[in-house]
């Protein structure tokens, strides 16, 4: 290497955090040397067969040695041939859909966006009606109604904008509420829960690490916890009470989740509940709110609070 020529970054172990080998292997295909670049091919090729075939196959149908592939394996990052196996599958397992995917697939015709996004809106409301239980949903109110804090928490995506957007419905009930996606404060929000906290988590796995531990240490500490969240799931099973995420996927990769208007909707539905729960006294907190909005220049009462 002259001096002219940059270093290569240096890869990192297959324990750092972060390790992607399907894009290191994608890596090894530009960048490797001959033999590295023929064996990276022909295992992104192959996926599948590499992560479950013997080393001797990977190597005969490469035109190598075992130990060859053995060297092939660390240079990925991997303690060896067994743990790039294992990586291996286990990306297959997460993301197989998206190597698989035609990268000249034919484009699409004229509305077609319209379409499946609406289908899919449609869809996804139609199975939260069909699979809602009413009973729950006013027994979830009732709790809110009547708590003396809430917190809502969610993390990611979708699951802590849900969490902002509960804030944002319930705070103009005259409801003492704090929506949180930070984990650590999730954590601490939850330390100093005690009886008449509700806490309303919310998540579209049911397996997010954050808000299943800090659901359960506001309820260790006499907190009422509520969820909404996928059914059999570990924030499910831990819950007092839970609106479950009807299945809204499908095969679409470049269609944003349908469950999303799934979980508005579920949103939504609690949210009115819980004002039908409080009744009357909570128009004179709206009343106040409209009274004082400056947000358009030409106020329309037909217009929703806020902008």
Do not use: W
């Not at 479950?244 to 009115?272: H, Q």
Request: hydrophobic share 45%; aromatic share 4%; net charge positive.
């Amino acid at each position: 290497m002259t001096a002219s020529q940059p270093k290569a970054p240096a890869r990192r172990g297959a324990g750092a955090p972060g390790f992607d080998v399907i894009a290191r292997l994608r890596d090894l295909a530009e960048t490797g040397s001959k033999l590295e670049k023929r064996l990276a091919a022909f295992v992104l090729a192959h996926s599948r067969l590499a992560s479950t075939g013997s080393i001797a196959e990977i190597a005969e149908r490469c035109g190598t040695s075992e130990p060859t592939v053995t060297r092939f394996a660390r240079a990925l990052g991997c303690t060896g041939t067994a743990d790039f196996k294992f990586r291996l599958a286990q990306a297959l397992a997460r993301g197989e859909a998206y190597l698989g995917a035609d990268a000249e697939a034919p484009a699409p015709e004229r509305g077609h966006a319209l379409e499946v996004v609406c289908d899919g809106a449609a869809g996804a409301l139609a199975r939260v009606r069909s699979g809602l239980d009413a009973e729950t949903v006013e027994r979830m109110a009732l709790r809110l109604a009547n708590s003396r804090r809430i917190l809502a928490l969610g993390s990611g995506g979708t699951s802590s904008m849900m969490a902002r957007e509960l804030e944002n419905r319930l705070f103009r009930l005259g409801l003492d509420i704090r929506s949180e996606s930070d984990g650590q404060m999730q954590r601490m929000l939850a330390s100093v829960a005690g009886p008449g906290t509700v806490v309303l988590a919310l998540s579209v796995s049911g397996h997010g690490r954050s808000v299943v531990e800090a659901a359960a240490i506001a309820r260790g500490y006499g907190a009422d916890t509520l969820a909404i969240t996928a059914p059999g799931s570990p924030l499910a099973a831990g819950a007092d009470a839970a609106l479950l995420l009807p299945s809204c996927e499908d095969n679409n990769l470049y269609k944003p989740s349908s469950g999303r208007y799934a979980f508005l909707a579920l949103v939504d539905i609690l949210a009115l509940a819980t004002a039908q729960a409080i009744g009357p006294r909570l128009f004179e907190g709206l009343r106040r709110i409209r009274q004082n909005l400056n947000t358009h220049a030409a106020p329309d009462p037909a217009l929703p609070i806020g902008d």
